[in-house]
């Protein structure tokens, strides 16, 4: 690994100019009557975007199992590609669904058992190697998920045929029983997840309508915020970047072995926070009540200008700025100072602020996570 050297002043001009203070506070219409009803956006959140989603994923890992099982039975290059196809299309539904930790889902760890990266490659070749493990213990949880099925099909070995060849070498069951197992691992943490939805938990979220710090609207808005800093720009950008630690860490891309991948799902996560943002039904462009019809019922203004047309510029503009991006890992890899890139953190980084400070001092909503990585 590299030290940052010209490229830390570079990160600390962009990280002292989108400092979490850097935003004066909006504003919302004294004397304003305001009506808007909590239920009806718990609501659409549940019942539009939250469990189509689940439904979605889930449908997505039936059909990863599916392409296993076909690689499974007959490990060609045909096969690996289309396990690839399955794996890259869960991966991306995974996006849609990540920032829902709430509930069932904080209740098993979803996100921290589908999705810790790095993996750990020498854990799960010692694994497969020895035949024992389990994948339920939380020290396992950087072998198993999205990340290490990332190593198994696209960083076993240099090209498809000779990771094809690995497949069929002397530890082929050893080695496919271990990708099933990882698999029927997430499988049944989404069906476990989605179950309790479908059973109680989405009648006792859209209850719990009140405003408190316990309410279903104040903890959500918090999960959403916290997703947002923490593992969309920090954990997908930042920390590999090195803005947190004056050291770049390629490695730490998501979707390591894939290079191209890590910024299609950085930007299907941030189309997924900017929907749900808008309230925008999953898979229409159908939208219900949601932060930003919130936001415009308490007529909050920042600067002049409505905040919630403030906040959707400013996910538009990070939208921009990634997809211009060459792949994360090679943004990283091939720049002594990966400036662009650098750059591009800094417009997503704009909107943590708009979220954190402005968007829940208008509905009255306190943070309850702490801000340990000094931003």
């Not at 229409?284 to 510029?313: F, M, P, Q, W």
């Amino acid at each position: 690994m590299k030290k940052i050297l010209g490229g830390l002043v570079l990160i600390a001009l962009v990280w002292a100019c989108s400092s979490d203070n850097e935003s004066d506070d909006a504003v919302i219409n004294p004397g304003m009557v305001v009506k808007f009803e909590r239920n009806t956006m718990l609501t659409n959140w549940a019942d539009n975007i939250i469990l189509p989603s689940y439904g979605a994923f889930s449908a997505e890992l039936d059909d990863l199992s599916t392409a296993f099982e076909t690689f499974r039975a007959d490990a060609s290059v045909s096969n690996l590609e289309s396990f690839r196809t399955a794996w890259t299309s869960a991966y991306k539904m995974w996006q849609r669904v990540s920032m829902f930790e709430i509930g069932p889902a904080e209740t098993v760890g979803l996100r921290l058992n589908i999705n810790i990266y790095p993996t750990d490659i020498e854990k799960i070749n010692d694994f497969i190697a020895s035949g024992a493990y389990d994948l339920s213990l939380s020290s396992n949880r950087d072998a198993k998920g999205f990340p290490a099925l990332d190593y198994l099909i696209n960083g076993f070995a240099e090209d498809d045929t000779a990771i094809v060849a690995k497949f069929n070498g002397e530890n082929k069951e050893a080695t496919l029983m271990y990708v099933g197992a990882v698999i029927d691992d997430m499988t049944a943490l989404t069906n476990q997840v989605v179950g309790e939805w479908d059973q109680s938990y989405r009648d006792t979220f859209v209850a719990n309508d009140g405003a408190s710090a316990t309410a279903s609207v104040d903890r959500f808005v918090n999960d959403y915020i916290f997703y947002y800093e923490k593992f969309l720009r920090a954990g997908k950008m930042g920390i590999p970047l090195g803005v947190f630690s004056g050291t770049t860490l390629p490695e730490n891309v998501e979707a390591y072995y894939q290079q191209e991948l890590a910024n299609e799902l950085f930007l299907e996560g941030l189309n997924a926070v900017q929907d749900f943002f808008n309230g925008t039904h999953f898979g229409s462009n159908a939208t219900g009540e949601s932060l930003a019809s919130y936001l415009d019922a308490l007529n909050t203004v920042k600067d002049g200008e409505d905040l919630n047309k403030i906040i959707n510029d400013q996910f538009n503009a990070a939208r921009t700025a990634v997809s211009g991006l060459g792949s994360f890992r090679s943004e990283i890899e091939n720049n002594p100072t990966p400036t662009n890139m650098l750059l591009a953190y800094d417009a997503v980084q704009k909107a943590v602020p708009m979220l954190k400070v402005d968007m829940v001092s208008a509905m009255s909503i306190s943070i309850d996570f702490v801000d340990a990585d000094g931003d």
